[in-house]
C-alpha cells in the first residue's frame, strides 16, 4: 500500500500537465488551421480580384491605361459621327488622342454577360502579341466601373466585310476590291494565322475567323483583329480548351513555376525585368502526340518543325515577328496525320455516309448530337450572375455557358431562322405579320416548324429521318422553351420596365423588317444615322446594331444572310465554326483552318456563306459551301467568282484558292491542310493535296464502264 501511494501521487502532476500541454497545443493548432483557412480564403479572394489584366499585377506593360475622360474626349463624347462600327460585342469608334494619333475604340457592350471575358481574352493574347503587321495593334484599354474600352489602332478601310457587302462596293464600277488585293489578303489572312499557330508559343488559336474580323489598311493590306474568343493552347493540351482550365489558375501557376521573379507590377516600368521577348526555345519535333487519333483534330502547330517564341504567363511575353514577309517563315514540310484518308467516308451518327454523294450538305448538320448531350442549361442567366462573371466564368463551362440550353445546337439555331426567314419571304402577308407582338414570336415559330425541314433540304442541311426526326422536334420545342424563357420569362423577372424596353425593342425590330423590306423595294441607299436599328442576335438577343457599320448594315443585302453571316455565337460565327467546334467542341488550330476556307469562298465570290434571296431559282446557291461542292462536282468551280470582278481575275489564282478552301472545308479536321502548307500552297511552293473523291470534278467510275467491258469481251 505504502508503496504505492508515491507513485500515485507523483503521476497525477505529470497526466494532468501532459493533458493540459496535449489540449493547448492542440487548440493551437486547430486555432491555427482555422486562421490558415481563413488567410487562405481571403488570401485567395485577394488573389483571384487582383488577376484581372487591367489590374497592377498584370505583366500586361506595354499597354497603356486610358482614362475614360480621355477616350470620351478623343471621340468627341463617343458621338454618333465617329461610330464606324458595331458587333457582337460591342460599338467601335474613331477617335483622336490628345498626340494627334488616329485609333479605334471598342466600347465592350457592358449588358452581354461575357463581356468582361472577352475583354480580358482581348488584353491577354492580343496583348501579348508583339508587333506582328498581319495583326491588328492593340494600344491599350481602359477600365473606367462597369466600362471595358479597347484601344486599337485605327484601319482606315474597316472591315473586308465592309469592302465586300457594303452598297457602295456593290457597284461594279466602284469595286475596292480587284482580284489582286482579293488574293492577297488571303494570302495575309493565312500568314496572320501561320504567325499564331506556328511562331507562337503556345500557339494561339483565333476562334472566329470571318470577314468582320479582317481589317483593312489604307492600302487594302488584311490584319487580322478581334481576339475575344481567342485561345491559347498549352503545352501537352490536346483538346482541352485553355478556357476549360481555370485562366487565372493557369495564370498564377506559370507565374509561380516559372516566372515569379519576373512579374512586375503594371505600370512600373517592369518592360526590362519581364523574361527575354520572343526568345526562341527548342522545337517539338519529337514531342509527337497523334492528336488525330486523340481527338481527330490535328495539330499543326505540334508537328511542324517552328521556331517557338514564349508567350509566358499568357500575357507576359511578347512575340516577335521573326520573319520577314519577303522571306517567309520557315516552316518545314510535314506529314499532315490522317492524310492517308483520301476519301471522307465520315461517320455521321453512326452512319456511314456514301462518298459518292454530292448533296447540299452543309456542314452544320454534322454536329454530333452525342457532343452536345451533356451541355448544361445556363443561357438563362438573371443580371446578379452575369454581373458576377469576373472570376467565376472562367471555369471550364464558361464556352458552354454561351451555348445556353444544352438542347440547342448550331443547326438548330440555324433552321429556326431559316424557317422563319424563308416564311417571312414567302408569305405574301409578310409586312403584317411583322407586327405582332413579341409574345407571338413562339406561335410563328411553331407554324414555321412543318416548312423548315423542306426548305432546309433545299438549303443542303440533312433532314433526319425517325427517332432523330422525333428527337428534332423534342429539340424544337425546347428551343422555343428557350426562346419563351430567354426572351420573355428573363425579362419577366427583371423590372418592369426593362420589359417595357424589350417591347419597345421588339416593337422596333419588326419595324427594322418592315423598314427593310420597302427599303429593298425602293433601292434607297441613305439612311439615318441617328435612326437605331435592332436585330436580333441568337448570342444576344436583341441587340442594336449600328446602321454605319456594314458588318451589321442593314441595307446591304437580305437580312436573313447578314444575320447568319454576323451573329457570333457559341466560340466562332455561324457558318465560319468548324462542325468538330459545335458550341462544345475543341477549339484547335484545325478549326480556323475551317473557317479560313469558308472566308475564303467568301472573298473569292463576294458572298455571305448563307445568302438567301426572294428568287427561288437561286435557293440552289443559297448555301455558298455547298453550291461550292456542286461546282466543283460538276467541275465549274470558277462559276463562283464575284461577278462584280467582270471577269477580270487570275482564273489559275481563283481556281487555286476555291479548291484550297474546299481542302480546308473537309469535315475531318485531319484531312485540312494546316496553316504552313496553306501558306506554301498559296505561294506556289507546294502543290495542293489531292482532293478527295466527292471534291474531284471528274470522279472516276467505280466499275468499269459498259463499253470498256464490251471491247475487252471483243
Ligand atoms: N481597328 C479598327 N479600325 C477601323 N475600324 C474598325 C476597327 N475595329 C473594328 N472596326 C469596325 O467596327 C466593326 C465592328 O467591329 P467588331 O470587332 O466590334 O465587331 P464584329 O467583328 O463585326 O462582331 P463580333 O464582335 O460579333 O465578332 C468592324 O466591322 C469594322 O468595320
Known sequence: MTSRQPFKSNS???TSIIFFTVTISSSLVILFAILYFIYYLWYSLVKRSRTSPYDTTTPLNKLQRYSYKELKDATQNFSDSNSIGKGGSGTVFRGILKNGKLVAIKILDSTSFQFEQEFQNELNILGALKSCPLVVNLLGYCVDRDQRLVVYEYMPNKSLQESLFSESNNNCNNMSLNWARRFDIILNVAKALSFLHLECDPPVIHGDVKPSNVLLDSEFRAKLSDFGLSRLKLEGEFGVDLFSQDLWKSQELLKSEELSGNLN????????????????????????????????????????????????NLALNSLNWRSDFGNEIDIKDRIVKGKEVSTISTI??????????????DELSSISPSKESNLNAAMVTDDNDSNNVGAKQWGKDWWWK????????????????????????????????????????????????????????????ECHEGAIEKEESKRHRKIQEWWKEEHLDELSKKKNNKVKKFQIRSTKLFK????????????????????????FSFRKGWKKKDSKSVGSDMWSGDLFSRELSST??????????????????????????????VLILV?????????VLSSPMKLEKANLISWCRHLAHTGNILELVDERLNDEHD????????????????????????????????????????????????????????????????
Open 651 to 714: 482564273k489559275d489564282e481563283a481556281s487555286l484558292c476555291i479548291n484550297l478552301a474546299l481542302a480546308c472545308l473537309q469535315k475531318m479536321p485531319e484531312l485540312r491542310p494546316d496553316i504552313g502548307e496553306i501558306v506554301k500552297i498559296l505561294k506556289r511552293e507546294m502543290e495542293i493535296p489531292t482532293l478527295p473523291f466527292e471534291f474531284s470534278p471528274s470522279p472516276p467510275p467505280k466499275f468499269p464502264s459498259r463499253s470498256r467491258r464490251n471491247n475487252r469481251t471483243m
Open 402 to 461: 454561351q451555348d445556353g440550353n444544352g438542347e440547342l445546337r448550331s443547326r438548330d439555331y440555324v433552321k429556326e431562322w431559316i424557317g422563319s426567314q424563308i416564311y417571312h419571304s414567302t408569305n405574301s402577308n409578310w409586312d403584317e405579320e411583322n407586327q405582332c407582338p413579341p409574345s407571338r414570336i413562339s406561335t410563328r415559330l411553331e407554324k414555321f416548324e412543318k416548312a423548315n425541314d423542306n426548305h432546309l433540304q433545299e438549303l443542303g442541311f
Open 568 to 597: 457570333t455565337s457559341m466560340r466562332g460565327t455561324l457558318c465560319y465554326a468548324a462542325p468538330e467546334y459545335s458550341g462544345c467542341g475543341y477549339l484547335m488550330e484545325k478549326a480556323d483552318i475551317y473557317s479560313f476556307g
Open 265 to 312: 507590377a503594371f505600370g512600373e516600368g517592369g518592360e526590362n525585368e519581364t523574361p527575354a521577348i520572343g526568345t526562341p526555345v527548342e522545337s517539338h519535333d519529337h514531342d509527337e502526340v497523334d492528336f488525330a487519333l486523340a481527338l481527330q483534330a490535328s495539330s499543326s502547330s505540334k508537328n511542324s518543325c517552328r521556331s517557338h517564341h514564349n508567350v509566358k
Open 12 to 14: 497525477t502532476p505529470k
Open 603 to 611: 472573298i473569292v465570290s463576294g458572298r455571305r456563306p448563307l445568302h
Open 512 to 535: 427594322v423588317r418592315l423598314r427593310f423590306k420597302r427599303k429593298r423595294k425602293s433601292s434607297h441607299k441613305s439612311h439615318n444615322v441617328n435612326d437605331p436599328d435592332t436585330e
Open 348 to 361: 455521321e451518327n453512326g452512319k456511314g455516309v456514301d462518298n459518292k454523294s454530292v448533296n447540299y450538305n
